[in-house]
């Protein structure tokens, strides 16, 4: 069974960083696409950034210059370092495992979220 677990969230104040981690277990990550999905309150589920199995990256146009995301297929764990964050980045962060090797998706497999606040 597939299990993703989030961790590194919390509150920082607005130009700060946060890592957040997922781990995986009951699949070795290796051959699969992994993203990074929030969700802000009242607002729809949105594409953060997404790592193929090669470790070719996309991000959202939001997001771009201040997170990145990597992979550690040794420790079966992706990892997304925010810098600068902002107000407009709080919300639930979500890891997703890919169906596949490439970063578009369809994801198949999610985290519990991890909360990401920012405060101004």
């Known amino acids: 069974q597939v299990r993703l677990v989030e961790s590194g969230g919390g509150l920082v104040q607005a130009g700060g960083s946060l890592r957040l981690s997922c781990a995986a277990s009951g699949r070795t990550i290796s051959a699969y696409a992994m993203g990074w999905f929030r969700q802000a309150p009242g607002k729809q589920r949105e594409v953060v950034a997404r790592?193929?199995?090669?470790?070719?990256?996309t991000y959202a146009d939001a997001v771009k210059g201040r997170f990145a995301v990597s992979r550690d297929n040794a420790e079966n764990t992706v990892y997304l370092q925010m810098n600068s964050l902002k107000p407009e980045d709080t919300a639930v962060y979500y890891c997703a495992l890919g169906r596949g090797s490439g970063w578009f998706g369809p994801y198949d497999y999610w985290g519990q979220g991890t909360q990401v606040t920012v405060s101004s």
């Open positions: 790592i193929s199995s090669g470790g070719s990256t």
